[in-house]
């Protein structure tokens, strides 16, 4: 018989060391947030200290949508494991597809026809428009923003069909491979993206009209949530967060991967470290990425889109028919998979919530023997605890919302 | 090859740390003993611009005993752009490392799930607590030697075990 399974609750004896004394004796209310509230961006908790509706401490709850992503890619193949990617983020699935086929590519030593390292930059580009849209949507409804939500949804759409023109998928797309991309892209590809180029500037624009100089958004977000460029850094924060409070770092100018060092962009840096920096450096990305994505678009060169190493890539169907040696790989590709040279690589990509970083360590099979996810959203969740002292409960659904987090990255 | 600036820091920790350099796939990784991991990291900190710690993470390598795991730091640094790591033998019995969240803030979250996963504890960490897996859960879910699948189910549809834990009144 299976003992009937009670959600085990996070009792006061366990984190009176991080609650005020005064909480222990009954003068502040101890309040629940979460794990289904709405403004929590997912099922996270937050367990708050209020005195009047003042936060004196706040100590984040997570771990609710923890699904051992990190224990079932070791027991599949490197290929098979690249599914499980897609599960983490999913607002950036093609972005953790990116990070894991590169830290795979530098354990096995192949090299990325231009032509799929071009059409990788422009996905992942897309990528980061598309949850740069959700997170400016939600945190804007946060704020009491509603229109804002359904005009960056309807764009966001515009994205998601052209990842299911490329991939059949809409979200979960593993589209990119160790090796290349699974397929070139349609005939279609070129005016499906071009068509986005002519029209988001616009979109942008109207966005930035509703929220850039609106009263009652500066209101909301101006001086909020403040942080120092040190203690950012101290606690781990990276991406548009840490932008916001004056570093230039961005992996994609600094670490070049992929073919980034071609194009031409600006990272976008704000001095204020506020949530209304962090709203400035994200739209201003936005552009940017769309830059990107025009200079990739006309320089796209012609070729092909996998690697031609037959040990990791599987042969084209055609050659199957004809070629023993390259039914013998495709057959060997499809049942053990590849094997990867011993050692360990940290590989880490400018993700749309910072730096995404895979530690892959490998023992010399065709699984990978450990893989870590470092993810942007568990060091931009952690500083919550430190900037939600002295606010408001509402300032503090604005500051959630400005450290753009996805508790799917959250929790693995 | 090895870029120069991180040589010398490299050369430094093998000097005053006992460290032993390795490359892998062309990244540095330095290997230090529990009890040197403090001052070299706030060596690192403070003297090499590391300021920032990207992650901190373990593999386990049962059934080997000695080392059991190694526990992985990996540090950035972003005004000179090296990243480095440092890596911690630990064995089978008792691993303990000290923590680095008098060093690093973030650090706090990542130890804690470094005892969460791997049941490696964290000497004079201020909040140890699990943070991925229920407070109630047993074993540590990333060692090797715990099992993938057979999980108990947390909920069931069985109307016996229902029946079973429903409040009777007295008759």
């Not at chain 1, 005064?22 to 101890?30: F, H, I, S």
């Not at chain 1, 923003?145 to 979200?171: K, N, P, T």
Request: proline share 6%; net charge negative.
């Amino acid at each position: 018989m299976t003992t009937p399974y009670a959600l085990p609750e996070m009792s006061l004896d366990e984190v009176k060391h991080l609650v005020s004394q005064r909480a222990l004796d009954g003068e502040t209310v101890l309040l629940n947030m979460g794990p289904q509230h709405p403004s929590t961006h997912g099922v996270l908790r937050l367990l708050l200290e209020l005195d009047g509706e003042t936060i004196v401490s706040c100590v984040p709850d997570i771990g609710f949508l923890h699904t051992g992503i990190e224990k079932n890619m070791e027991a599949k193949t490197y290929l098979k494991a690249e599914t499980m990617t897609d599960r983490l983020d999913y607002l950036n699935t093609v972005g953790n597809n990116f990070a894991y086929c590169l830290a795979v590519e530098k354990m096995l030593d192949i090299d990325v026809p231009p032509r799929a390292q071009a059409i990788r930059v422009i996905l992942a580009e897309l990528q980061r428009i598309a949850s740069h849209l959700v997170w400016l949507g939600t945190s804007s409804l946060d704020v009491a923003a509603m229109s804002v939500f359904l005009y960056c949804f309807r764009e966001r759409e515009i994205i998601l069909d052209v990842f299911e023109l490329v991939s059949g998928q809409r979200m979960m797309t593993t589209y990119m491979r160790p090796g290349g991309l699974w397929r070139d892209v349609p005939i279609e590809f070129d005016n499906a993206v071009r068509n986005i180029l002519n029209t988001f500037p616009q979109r942008i624009d109207e966005y930035e009209a509703l929220l850039t100089k609106n009263p009652i958004f500066l209101d909301r977000t101006m001086g909020i949530g403040k942080i120092s460029l040190e203690e950012a850094l101290s606690w781990g924060l990276s991406g548009g967060s840490l932008r916001g409070s004056g570093s230039d770092w961005d992996l994609r100018k600094k670490r070049p991967y992929s073919g980034y060092e071609q194009y031409d962009f600006e990272v976008p840096v704000e001095q204020e470290g506020d949530v209304y920096a962090r709203y400035l450096v994200r739209v201003h990305e936005m552009r940017e990425s769309l830059k990107i994505i025009k200079q990739a678009l006309d320089t796209l060169p012609f070729g092909p889109v996998r690697s031609s190493d037959r040990k990791v890539v599987p042969p084209p169907r055609s050659e199957i028919g004809e070629s023993m040696e390259s039914l013998i790989h495709h057959f060997k590709l499809w049942t053990e998979g590849f094997s990867v040279p011993k050692g360990s690589v940290y590989s880490a990509v400018e993700s749309p919530r910072g730096e995404l970083g895979v530690f892959l360590e490998s023992d010399g099979g065709t699984k990978p023997y450990r893989v870590h996810w470092r993810t942007p959203s568990f060091n931009n969740l952690e500083v919550l605890s430190k900037l939600a002292k002295g606010l408001m409960i509402a300032d503090l659904v604005a500051v959630i919302g400005s450290v753009d987090i996805v508790l799917g990255d959250v929790d693995r | 090859m090895m870029d120069k600036a991180l040589q010398s820091i490299v050369q430094v920790l093998e000097k005053e740390f006992a460290g032993e350099a390795e490359e892998s796939f062309g990244e540095v990784q330095v290997l230090v003993s529990a009890d040197n991991l403090v001052a070299a990291s706030q060596k690192l900190h403070d003297e090499f611009g590391m300021t920032f710690l990207s992650t901190i993470t373990a593999v386990d390598y049962f059934p080997q005993k000695a080392p059991r795991f190694h526990v992985v730091y990996i540090f950035r640094s972003m005004s000179e752009n090296l990243q480095l790591s440092l890596r911690v033998p630990l064995a089978d019995e008792a691993p303990v490392v000290p923590t680095l969240t008098g060093i690093y803030n973030n650090a706090n979250w990542r130890e804690r799930e470094l005892w969460d996963m791997f049941g490696i504890e964290v000497e004079g960490h201020p909040d140890m607590r699990r943070i991925l897996m229920p407070k109630d859960w047993e074993g540590h879910p990333l060692r090797k030697d715990y099992p993938l699948g057979y999980e108990e189910p947390q909920f069931t549809f069985s109307f016996e075990d229902i029946d079973l834990s429903k409040p009777k009144g007295e008759i």
